[in-house]
Protein backbone atom coordinates (compact mmCIF):
# COMPACT_ATOMS: atom_id res chain seq x y z
CA UNK A 1 0.00 0.00 0.00
CA UNK A 2 1.21 3.34 -0.74
CA UNK A 3 -0.25 7.02 1.02
CA UNK A 4 -0.69 10.00 -1.05
CA UNK A 5 0.00 13.61 0.34
CA UNK A 6 -0.47 16.47 -2.21
CA UNK A 7 0.74 20.26 -0.89
CA UNK A 8 1.16 23.58 -2.70
CA UNK A 9 -2.15 24.11 -3.51
CA UNK A 10 -3.23 28.18 -3.25
CA UNK A 11 -5.04 30.94 -4.79
CA UNK A 12 -3.32 32.24 -7.77
CA UNK A 13 -3.74 35.09 -10.22
CA UNK A 14 -4.44 34.33 -13.96
CA UNK A 15 -0.89 34.16 -15.83
CA UNK A 16 0.77 33.13 -12.67
CA UNK A 17 2.56 29.76 -11.28
CA UNK A 18 2.17 27.17 -8.70
CA UNK A 19 3.87 24.11 -8.03
CA UNK A 20 2.47 20.88 -6.43
CA UNK A 21 3.94 18.15 -4.72
CA UNK A 22 2.69 14.53 -3.83
CA UNK A 23 5.10 12.89 -1.42
CA UNK A 24 4.35 9.20 -1.06
CA UNK A 25 4.84 6.77 2.11
CA UNK A 26 4.52 2.91 2.59
CA UNK A 27 5.76 2.11 -0.33
CA UNK A 28 8.33 3.97 -2.84
CA UNK A 29 6.93 5.48 -5.66
CA UNK A 30 9.68 4.32 -8.01
CA UNK A 31 7.34 1.37 -7.67
CA UNK A 32 4.34 3.06 -9.75
CA UNK A 33 3.59 5.19 -12.59
CA UNK A 34 2.37 8.49 -11.32
CA UNK A 35 0.17 11.09 -12.40
CA UNK A 36 -2.17 13.90 -11.40
CA UNK A 37 -5.89 14.62 -12.05
CA UNK A 38 -8.27 17.23 -11.37
CA UNK A 39 -11.77 17.99 -10.41
CA UNK A 40 -13.99 20.89 -10.82
CA UNK A 41 -16.93 21.74 -8.82
CA UNK A 42 -19.77 20.06 -10.88
CA UNK A 43 -17.61 18.01 -12.93
CA UNK A 44 -15.98 14.65 -13.09
CA UNK A 45 -12.02 13.91 -12.37
CA UNK A 46 -10.21 14.99 -15.47
CA UNK A 47 -6.87 13.76 -16.51
CA UNK A 48 -3.53 16.27 -16.17
CA UNK A 49 -1.12 14.36 -16.44
CA UNK A 50 1.21 10.85 -16.10
CA UNK A 51 5.02 10.15 -15.97
CA UNK A 52 6.24 6.56 -15.89
CA UNK A 53 8.19 4.52 -13.15
CA UNK A 54 11.75 5.46 -14.07
CA UNK A 55 10.89 9.43 -15.35
CA UNK A 56 11.42 8.44 -18.97
CA UNK A 57 8.00 9.32 -20.28
CA UNK A 58 5.15 12.29 -19.13
CA UNK A 59 2.20 11.83 -21.05
CA UNK A 60 -0.29 15.26 -20.49
CA UNK A 61 -4.18 16.32 -21.48
CA UNK A 62 -4.42 18.92 -24.50
CA UNK A 63 -5.91 21.75 -21.85
CA UNK A 64 -2.63 21.65 -20.06
CA UNK A 65 0.10 20.79 -22.45
CA UNK A 66 3.03 23.22 -22.85
CA UNK A 67 1.74 25.14 -19.69
CA UNK A 68 2.40 22.11 -17.05
CA UNK A 69 5.40 19.87 -15.99
CA UNK A 70 4.97 16.72 -14.62
CA UNK A 71 8.10 15.62 -12.71
CA UNK A 72 9.48 13.28 -9.97
CA UNK A 73 12.37 12.68 -7.89
CA UNK A 74 12.34 8.69 -6.42
CA UNK A 75 15.05 9.32 -4.04
CA UNK A 76 12.23 12.12 -1.97
CA UNK A 77 9.90 9.60 -2.96
CA UNK A 78 7.75 13.03 -4.51
CA UNK A 79 5.98 13.82 -7.50
CA UNK A 80 5.94 17.39 -9.10
CA UNK A 81 3.56 19.47 -11.28
CA UNK A 82 4.56 22.50 -12.20
CA UNK A 83 1.64 25.03 -13.46
CA UNK A 84 2.52 27.97 -15.30
CA UNK A 85 0.40 30.29 -17.61
CA UNK A 86 -2.59 29.22 -15.22
CA UNK A 87 -5.86 30.00 -16.22
CA UNK A 88 -9.50 30.66 -14.73
CA UNK A 89 -10.24 27.41 -16.04
CA UNK A 90 -7.57 25.80 -13.93
CA UNK A 91 -9.25 26.33 -11.17
CA UNK A 92 -10.03 22.56 -9.09
CA UNK A 93 -8.85 20.46 -6.31
CA UNK A 94 -5.45 18.41 -7.83
CA UNK A 95 -5.54 14.68 -6.73
CA UNK A 96 -2.30 12.73 -6.52
CA UNK A 97 -2.81 9.05 -8.15
CA UNK A 98 -0.33 6.02 -8.37
CA UNK A 99 -0.84 2.09 -9.71
CA UNK A 100 -2.77 2.41 -13.08
CA UNK A 101 -4.31 -0.95 -13.54
CA UNK A 102 -5.57 0.18 -17.29
CA UNK A 103 -6.02 3.69 -19.21
CA UNK A 104 -3.74 6.17 -17.61
CA UNK A 105 -6.38 8.82 -18.73
CA UNK A 106 -9.65 7.39 -16.72
CA UNK A 107 -9.50 8.00 -13.28
CA UNK A 108 -11.15 4.45 -12.87
CA UNK A 109 -8.30 2.55 -13.60
CA UNK A 110 -5.69 3.89 -10.88
CA UNK A 111 -5.45 2.37 -7.53
CA UNK A 112 -4.24 5.14 -4.97
CA UNK A 113 -5.47 8.62 -4.49
CA UNK A 114 -4.13 11.53 -2.07
CA UNK A 115 -6.78 13.65 -0.37
CA UNK A 116 -6.58 16.85 -2.71
CA UNK A 117 -4.89 20.17 -3.04
CA UNK A 118 -7.13 22.84 -3.70
CA UNK A 119 -6.01 25.25 -6.72
CA UNK A 120 -7.95 28.67 -7.60
CA UNK A 121 -6.99 30.83 -10.10
CA UNK A 122 -8.43 34.42 -10.63
CA UNK A 123 -9.36 36.44 -13.38
Known amino acids: QVQLVESGGGLVQAGGSLGLSCAASGRTVSSYTMAWFRQAPGKEREFVAA????????YYADSVKGRFTISRDNAKNTVYLQMNSLKPEDTAVYYCAADPSGSYFQYKYWGHWGQGTQVTVSS
Open 51 to 58: ITRSGTRQ
